[in-house]
């Protein structure tokens, strides 16, 4: 016998479920049939219990905290598109390190914000640049603290690209190798313990370990932005680093938004290359990504959740539209999930405070 009935008008119509009697006393009625015996919400009836079964955790010490470090003196200048970061000159460091520290963040992206720029970049290994100033200030004040020196040409660049500019207006991939180097050992000179080329040139990673290892740094470890993709969402970091292209884009290095593929591949090379650490940047919107390539490799996997989903979550939550602490724990825990080990965001102090808050 079917599910429906025919009603007055001659419609078919589907009969309403039937739920099974229970006793007064709120057992089953012997006229109804057993229930299933496989019930997953025991599991989920108080918090202990869930805490007991939690497949992923998040904590602290898997966080990175990116910042960007000016030239000058005394300097604190807000980021519009980042609420709460401001481009801090070297001596204005101390309290964010000592507040990274004491919240248990164990580890530190630093961003160069020259004044000068030029066509080459050459602010980038200037020792007496910003990042290798703020590193050395770093070691000093919080000498277990982990610095990262991100290494690129972008921010040094008057044109705004990641390295070297073509008589065609195309970078110009080789050329920019050895400059990408030699920032590399101005910031492991300065006592970095990682760099992590961001360029998107094809043999950085191999070109920075052979370097590195010439120079007698031989225990510098490379965090490589192995799958960096053109995205959308980095609007406002470049305001902040002032790094927008004057002309063109930056399509023809950074990865094509459509491919996965093709990011196992980068993350292959420059595993072989000598990478110590492979990245998928942007995080949120390419979960799947991570997880293809926590999949494919060994290898410690970073995820940076960026500027622009930063923006989307802070602005959503100024307006009232959703819980920030709630949103950010949860989009933090879906990038775990996926399989990064490091995650490094722009809430990374923040999250920090939370979970000191939880314990």
């Known amino acids: 016998m079917d599910s429906s009935t025919r009603s007055f008008d001659g419609v078919a119509r589907t009969r309403a479920p039937q739920i099974p009697e229970l006793s007064p006393g709120g057992s089953r009625s012997p006229h109804t049939s ?3 015996p496989v019930r997953p919400r025991r599991l989920r009836r108080s918090e202990t219990l869930r805490a007991l079964v939690r497949e992923h955790h998040l904590r602290a010490d898997q966080l990175v905290h990116p910042i960007f470090v000016a030239d000058g003196v005394d300097v604190v200048r807000p980021i519009a598109g980042l609420a709460g970061h401001s481009r801090l000159s070297v001596d204005r460091l101390e309290s964010v390190l000592s507040e990274l520290t004491h919240l248990g963040v164990p580890a530190v992206l630093l961003f160069g914000v020259p004044n000068d720029k030029d066509a080459m970049g050459s602010g980038a290994w200037s020792p007496d640049g910003p990042v290798p100033r703020a590193i050395r200030e770093a070691k000093r004040q919080a000498p277990e603290q982990v610095v990262i020196a991100d290494v690129c040409l972008c921010e040094y660049t008057d044109h705004g690209h990641c390295g070297v500019v073509g008589a065609d207006g195309g970078v110009v991939n080789d050329a920019t190798l050895p400059l990408l180097a030699r920032a590399a050992i101005a910031y492991a000179d300065a006592g970095a313990d990682i760099v992590a080329p961001s360029a998107m040139m094809d043999g950085q990673v191999a070109a920075l370990r052979a ?16 799958a960096k993709y053109a995205s959308a969402f980095y609007g406002p970091f470049r305001e902040a680093a002032g790094s927008t292209p004057r002309v063109g884009n930056r399509r023809g290095y950074q990865m094509d938004v459509p491919n996965a593929r093709e990011a196992l591949r980068e993350v292959s090379i420059d595993e072989a290359e000598g990478a110590d650490i492979v990245m998928v940047k942007p995080a949120g919107p390419f979960l799947d990504v991570i997880a293809q390539v926590r999949a494919a490799t060994a290898l410690p996997l970073a995820a940076y959740q960026t500027s622009g989903e930063y923006a989307m979550l802070t602005a959503a939550a100024e307006r009232g539209w959703i819980d920030e602490r709630a949103a950010v724990l949860e989009s933090l825990m879906g990038i775990r999930r996926a399989g990064a080990d490091l995650i490094i965001t722009y809430y990374a102090r923040q999250v920090a405070g939370w979970l000191l808050d939880e314990r």
Not at 215 to 220: I, Q, R
Not at 221 to 226: K, R, V
């Open 211 to 226: 370097v590195l290892d010439g120079a007698g740094h031989e225990s510098v470890a490379i965090m490589a932005y192995s």
């Open 34 to 36: 057993a229930p299933s």
